[in-house]
């Protein structure tokens, strides 16, 4: 197959600098695909990068006009991206081409001339506003627009977000599942010395949803019984002023640190692994690799209890779910993985490789194709 994946931002390199579960899929999912299919990624060109470049078997065309990486950039050149970007596409004679991204699936829709497909992480349909504040009302429009469009496929990264699919109308038959993952063989060459202080690591983009405020709220508590407690932030996000100030006020400053944009993923992963706990307090989520992440290296985490972090951990094997918004469970639930009173890892993570993920994708694709050529 000849396939073309729209995807706002993607890695410069196969050193893999991801910034986001969207973007991590993405490169995954196209390195798999690439080993037998022809695979081009079309994503936004940032500053000091080539317009076209090759790696992992993929190629990867950027394209104009520049955007510096930020979760609110302008919006007016967003829209030119889209705009340039289902021109670009359209001149490729794909057999399939998948939008991948917010800000993918309309040039993928307006490209495609044969199959149309939309990896979907999550549905926000009256949830914009909620989720982003009056600056949502924008993504809101756009999402009912990209729902309404008749799709071949829609690849959905959890069954939670095929139920949010299935509500919103989309025909069950339309849709399949393929979760996100991670590189299994991988993650056992990860390489790393424990923090001698008991350290709670976070791994998020930095915006009001993931509700990180809560993890600095809850260590303050934990803090009273593990005075030596150190927290790490990974992430860039408009909330960071917001978070350092609330860390000041709680006097908190020198317990918590903001590690920033961590550009290479295996340094993500080894200060995962020498960190004690992973915690993700978040409370929108469609799918969450970190806890996956967490799972395979051995690291006990303590996550939202939302549904699509209980499904990815079968309920919360290989560490604990609390209520979200409770600072109180959470800080009761961080001293308990801190104790050692929790065992990480699971036996099902072999089930979570992108490989095999790659292929329901792949099945997935196909599929589509024979349908729109039957019909």
Request: with cysteine; glycine share 10%; charged share 25%.
């Amino acid at each position: 197959m000849k396939i073309a994946l729209v995807c706002e931002y993607f890695p410069k390199s196969s050193e893999r600098q991801m910034r986001g579960g969207v973007e991590a899929r993405t490169y995954f999912i196209a390195k798999q695909l690439a080993k037998r299919h022809d695979v081009t990624v079309y994503a936004v060109l940032e500053p000091g990068l080539e317009k076209d470049s090759g790696f992992d078997g993929m190629m990867v065309v950027r394209v104009g006009p520049a955007i510096e990486y930020s979760q609110a950039s302008s919006l007016p050149k967003r829209l030119a991206y889209m705009r340039n970007a289902a021109k670009a596409v359209a001149s490729g004679g794909f057999d399939v081409v998948d939008g991948c991204s917010v800000t993918g699936y309309p040039p993928a829709w307006w490209s495609a001339s044969k199959t149309r497909v939309a990896t979907y992480h999550d549905v926000w349909v009256g949830r914009w506003i909620a989720n982003l504040g009056l600056k949502g009302v924008l993504g809101e429009v756009m999402e009912r627009y990209v729902l309404s469009r008749g799709w071949d496929r829609f690849i959905a990264v959890s069954e939670y977000t095929k139920a949010n699919l299935v509500g919103y109308g989309i025909k069950p038959g339309r849709i399949t599942v393929a979760s996100n993952g991670i590189d299994v063989a991988g993650y056992g060459k990860i390489s790393s010395k424990k923090y001698e202080k008991p350290t709670i690591c976070s791994i998020a983009r930095l915006v009001s949803y993931k509700r990180l405020s809560d993890l600095i709220e809850a260590a303050a508590k934990v803090r009273q019984d593990i005075p030596d407690l150190r927290v790490i932030i990974i992430g860039t996000g408009p909330e960071r002023d917001n978070l350092e100030a609330l860390a000041k006020r709680l006097k908190m400053s020198d317990c918590v640190e903001f590690a920033g944009y961590v550009e290479r993923h295996d340094d993500v992963l080894a200060a995962l692994k020498s960190s004690h706990v992973l915690c993700l307090p978040s409370v929108v989520e469609g799918f969450e690799i970190s806890v996956v992440e967490a799972m395979a290296l051995g690291i006990p985490y303590v996550a939202s209890d939302i549904p699509a972090i209980r499904e990815a951990t079968r309920g919360g094997e290989g560490g604990l779910l609390f209520r979200p918004g409770s600072t109180d469970e959470l800080a009761l639930k961080l001293k308990e993985a801190l104790g050692g009173k929790v065992r990480g890892g699971v036996d099902f993570i072999g089930e979570y490789d992108w490989s095999k993920t790659a292929q329901k994708v792949e099945q997935a694709y196909a599929s589509a194709m024979q349908e729109r050529t039957r019909f």
